[in-house]
């Protein structure tokens, strides 16, 4: 099985990091990865040191949102890969090791070999938070990712459809299997702001993410509204949570004072 070859051995990179968080969905699309690098933001404007890892083999975006498309790995040793930096975080990403075309038609295998690579031989140095954009789902890769990692909790991001919170309900099982304390849902694409009336219009349902966290004990750390702010930022590569005029901003903020 994928699983068995994915080792990761967590040694020499993670050691001086205080808190891995894992952020991850049941399906693609709802926003996963522009929420990760949002909320590491968030993180880093409440004073801590943060590092972004994109896992995300069907489709790293983390090169796009921190405006790093392009940019070259970097060798901080014969062993180790140096992080980037941009907007005071730390970066590395699947998408910097190939070609993003590639990336969606990667084998298990390769995927396995590449992570492995990215999990053990980045030189983060000292980091408060490593955000993990995960792979979206709950396959063998993010199961094992999840019990060879060690996490300090996981944030699953969901929108409120139906589909989305069955998976990502999944995905809270997957966390309970491996004892990774799942510390909250986010709910994105909540709510769109009517630009006439500036009431909410639910287009993807309500209370779904709510009522999914209440069963399984596990809070609801925001609800991000859809808003053309967040996609527009998101392709000039600017992170909307930075943007104090944004009313979003506080949103991200608020849910990072949580984690903190
Ligand atoms: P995932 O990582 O779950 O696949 P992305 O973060 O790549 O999803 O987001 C998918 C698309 O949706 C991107 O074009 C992104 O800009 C857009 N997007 C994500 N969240 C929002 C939001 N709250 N409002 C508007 N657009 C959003």
């Known amino acids: 099985s994928i699983s068995a070859k994915v080792k990761l051995p967590s040694t020499y990179s993670f050691k001086q990091i205080k808190h891995i ?10 926003g996963k990865s522009t929420t990760a690098v949002n909320l590491a933001s968030a993180l880093e404007q409440e004073g801590a040191q ?25 060798a901080a040793d014969d062993k180790n890969l140096l992080p980037f930096e941009a907007h005071n975080l730390k970066a590395q990403s699947i998408g910097f090791l190939v070609p993003s075309d590639d990336a969606t038609v990667w084998r298990g295998p390769m995927a396995s070999g590449a992570l492995n690579q990215l999990m053990n031989e980045t ?27 060690p996490a300090s909790g996981a944030v699953i991001i969901t929108t409120p459809q139906d589909l989305a919170l069955a998976d990502a309900q999944k995905g809270i099982a997957m966390f309970n299997k491996v004892n990774v304390p799942v510390l909250g849902l986010i709910e994105n694409m909540s709510y769109f702001l009517c630009g006439h009336c500036g009431e909410p219009n639910h287009v993807f ?11 399984h004990g596990v809070p609801v750390l925001a609800n991000i509204p859809l808003a053309i702010e967040i996609r527009e930022s998101s392709e000039q590569g600017n992170l909307i949570a930075k943007d104090n005029a944004a009313k979003i901003s506080e949103t991200y903020k608020t849910a990072a004072r949580v984690l903190a």
């Not at 349902?205 to 069963?215: F, I, N, P, Q, Y």
């Open 50 to 74: 943060v590092g972004i890892l994109d896992a995300d083999i069907y489709g790293p975006s983390i090169p796009l949102l921190l405006g790093l498309q392009g940019a070259e790995p970097k």
């Open 205 to 215: 349902g309500k209370d779904g993410a709510v009522t999914l966290a209440h069963r």
């Open 21 to 30: 968080v894992l952020v991850a969905s049941g399906k693609g699309g709802v």
């Open 123 to 149: 030189a983060w140095g000292e980091l408060d938070y490593l955000i993990v954009d995960m792979p979206p789902g709950t396959g063998d890769i993010q199961l094992t990712m999840s019990q060879k990692v």
